[in-house]
């Protein structure tokens, strides 16, 4: 007789999890509420963008899954872990291992190398120098900037510089990157090209991309598209 397997297969746990989400902003006597009961789930692989237009809450949302904010009322879950649950130096951690971050503007340090810049998630987390420069050096070589690996941020150009975030962000190896507005402080040829490059680096990484942008182009390329409005997060 055939056993008959009777327990459904485990569902993978999502890397990152809103539930009910609500982000009020208090100015004076003045609320504003942001984000209105917002609930979905991120899970490894996914490419994922956010649209909306400026002042709708991305970047809002965008922090509050970083763990970089927290929600006025609900849950945001990393890993399984809720971030309202921890303290701000067990957030960091929690942050530094499973996810990276690209913002508009790359945000890097300006003192330091390419190399040094892509390579200083890892010594945070803690590993040595060497094998930190090692690991970064091969990311620079996936987003082509390995010839500048000695350049500091001023002497790179704008494309230049969001590839070596792109570096920065995936040298860990994350469960998901978190992108603001990625393209958004470059020019229309060089927007394209950092298109082409993130498009390639989720196609062949297992790790989530969240790309939050008002470039259609950039979202058109995820495989699932939201769209932030009036607090609300719906289908497109
Ligand atoms: N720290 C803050 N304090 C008060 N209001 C804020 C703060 N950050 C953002 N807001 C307000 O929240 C709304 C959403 O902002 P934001 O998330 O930056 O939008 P987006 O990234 O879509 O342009 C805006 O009305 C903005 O003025
Ligand atoms: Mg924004």
């Known amino acids: 007789m055939t056993p008959i397997n009777t327990e459904e297969s485990p569902r993978e746990q999502a890397v990152l999890s809103c539930q009910a989400l609500n982000k009020t902003y208090t100015e004076g006597p003045q ?28 970047t809002t949302l965008l922090n509050m899954l970083g763990g970089l904010d927290l929600p006025t009322s609900g849950s945001v879950k990393l890993a399984g872990k809720d971030y309202a649950q921890l303290n701000q130096k067990q957030r960091g951690q929690l942050r530094n291992q499973h996810l990276g971050f690209v913002y508009q503007f790359h ?28 690991q970064a050096l091969e990311l620079l070589k996936k987003v082509n900037m390995e010839k500048r690996a000695e350049h500091k941020p001023a002497e790179l150009s704008g494309g230049e510089r969001q590839r070596v975030a792109l570096a920065r962000a995936l040298v860990t190896n994350p469960s998901c990157v978190l992108l603001d507005e990625p393209t958004g402080n470059l020019d229309q040829q060089t927007a394209a090209q950092v298109q082409a490059l993130i498009r390639e ?16 182009e950039l979202a058109e390329q995820q495989n699932r598209v939201l769209r932030l409005d009036q607090g609300q997060l719906l289908a497109v």
């Open 201 to 216: 680096l989720a196609e062949n990484s297992g790790t989530a991309f969240v790309i939050v942008t008002h470039d259609i």
């Open 31 to 58: 609320k504003v509420q942001v984000l209105a009961n917002i609930n979905f789930e991120i899970f490894s692989g996914d490419r994922l963008a956010i649209i909306g237009s400026s002042g709708s809450g991305k």
């Open 107 to 134: 945000h890097l340090l300006a003192e330091f190398s390419a190399l040094e810049n892509a390579a200083m998630p890892l010594l945070i987390a803690g590993k040595s120098m060497k094998q930190a420069k090692a």
